[in-house]
């Protein structure tokens, strides 16, 4: 997914929104998807539409709310995904934590939209230049040399590939790739542990 995009200006935002499928019309996680990613591109083309922030969609989510999609993502403040994929208040249920660090509290928060509220669709959102892998990089680092990992350091490191990290120390273009491949494995593994949880069991 892409996340340059324009802002929140210019022309008439109301008029241009008329022309876009609501999410909340969709049933099929499929065209959930291809509505997401047609929100992107809209996002990269700097012709976001920001559907439903007006006062009457607000005041109709009162009684309730149904996501037709469940996000989890790295807390980067570049790729905020009701930005990026250009959708509107309760449209997505988000769950953000660093580098897509995942646990049991975290796996009840990203279940809650398909197990509770019965969204369709359930995407895991990596991105590039990721922060938390770097982090997790630095304190592998300082772990071989001696120092003891905060437990903050010891979770961010966990999930990652300990030997592929140090093998890139002294490559700057091997780390490069490495962060690359760690940000591949997330998207792999995190469906995998997710497919595993109660609610969310299945293929």
Known sequence: CSADGGGFGGEDVAARAAGVPALQDLENA?????????????????????PHADV????????????????????????????????GVGDIMVTRTAGEVFDPLVSESVSYGPAALEAPLLVV??????????AAHEALLAAE???????????????RDRAALLVAEEDPELMARVV???????????PGLL?????????
């Open 30 to 50: 499929e065209d959930i998807w291809q509505a997401l990613l047609d929100g992107n591109q809209r996002w990269a083309d700097g012709a976001a539409v920001h």
């Open 56 to 87: 009457q969609w607000r005041e109709s989510l009162v009684e309730g709310q149904a996501p037709r999609a469940a996000v989890f993502s790295c807390v980067d403040s570049r790729v905020a995904p009701e930005l990026i994929f250009d959708t």
């Open 125 to 134: 959102l990596g991105h590039q230049k990721c922060g938390a892998v770097t």
């Open 195 to 203: 497919r595993g949880h109660g609610p969310l069991r299945g293929p």
């Open 180 to 190: 690359e491949d760690l940000f591949d494995a997330d998207l792999q593994l995190v």
């Open 145 to 159: 040399e001696g120092t003891e990992l905060e437990e903050h350091e010891q979770r961010l490191v966990g999930g």
